[in-house]
């Protein structure tokens, strides 16, 4: 019998994130199917993992902890583009199944989500991507504006009202760094004050969203746990 393919769901607030993985995932639809969507809602449909990506998420740690303990996540991988090892240690300390590299192209991704399917603990090297090592299909909001991702997650924090202070605890990024990408990102979104930044992320899809998009279930079913 040809095995069913591992059913995924893609966790995070913003949707041009969610669509660009399941963009990179579609033409592995055979071994991997994404089957929801969630932007900031919990996982409704049970699935074999859930593939939680961090843009935007801040301290990580604590924000899997409602995830992994939602029986219909399956095993819960965290999706990052920063793999220090003491951020890899707190999620897998916390029931995360993997940690796996935004840099990694589709097809690899799809690979270690099998793996992890199957029963691995998949964690990918140590490494701080940069973004140009982001693969073709990763998305961000204000990627289209000239905006990195780094710059993009730190607009995206300043317009959900973080203090710089904030920003740099919750991304385990020194102040000073935090400040160098605020006033990069400022250059390229030609404001000079917080309030336009704001107003600004706002504008060009900075704010969280919470919805949910489902995808027909294959026509073998599969239990759910939560009953």
């Given at each position: ?29 055979d ?19 859930t ?19 939602n ?22 300390s916390?029931g ?46 204000g ?9 993009a997650e ?18 385990y ?16 979104m ?9 107003r600004?992320g ?22 759910d746990?939560?009953?």
């Amino acid at each position: 019998m040809t095995p069913l393919p591992v059913r995924v769901a893609i966790l995070n607030d913003y949707e041009v994130v969610v669509r660009g993985v399941h963009a990179m995932l579609s033409p592995f639809e055979d071994r991997v199917e994404v089957v929801e969507l969630d932007l900031g809602a919990p996982v409704r449909t049970a699935v074999d993992v859930t593939l939680f990506d961090t843009f935007a998420r801040g301290q990580v740690e604590h924000a899997v902890d409602d995830v992994v303990g939602n029986p219909r996540a399956g095993r819960v991988t965290v999706y990052s583009w920063d793999l220090r090892a003491s951020l890899v240690e707190q999620a897998i300390s916390r029931g995360c199944c993997g940690y796996l590299d935004k840099t990694l192209p589709g097809e690899e991704l799809a690979a270690a989500i099998q793996r992890i399917a199957d029963g691995e603990v998949v964690i990918s090297p140590t490494h701080t991507a940069q973004d140009g090592d982001l693969p073709a299909g990763a998305d961000w909001p204000g990627r289209a504006e000239g905006l990195s991702a780094r710059e993009a997650e730190v607009v995206a924090l300043i317009t959900q009202g973080l203090s710089n202070e904030e920003i740099a605890r919750g991304a385990y990024l020194s102040i000073n760094t935090v400040k160098t990408y605020i006033r990069n990102a400022y250059r390229k979104m030609g404001v000079t004050r917080r309030s336009q930044a704001v107003r600004w992320g706002v504008q060009h899809g900075m704010v969280p969203d919470v919805r949910r998009e489902t995808y027909p279930a294959p026509e073998t079913p599969r239990a759910d746990p939560a009953g």
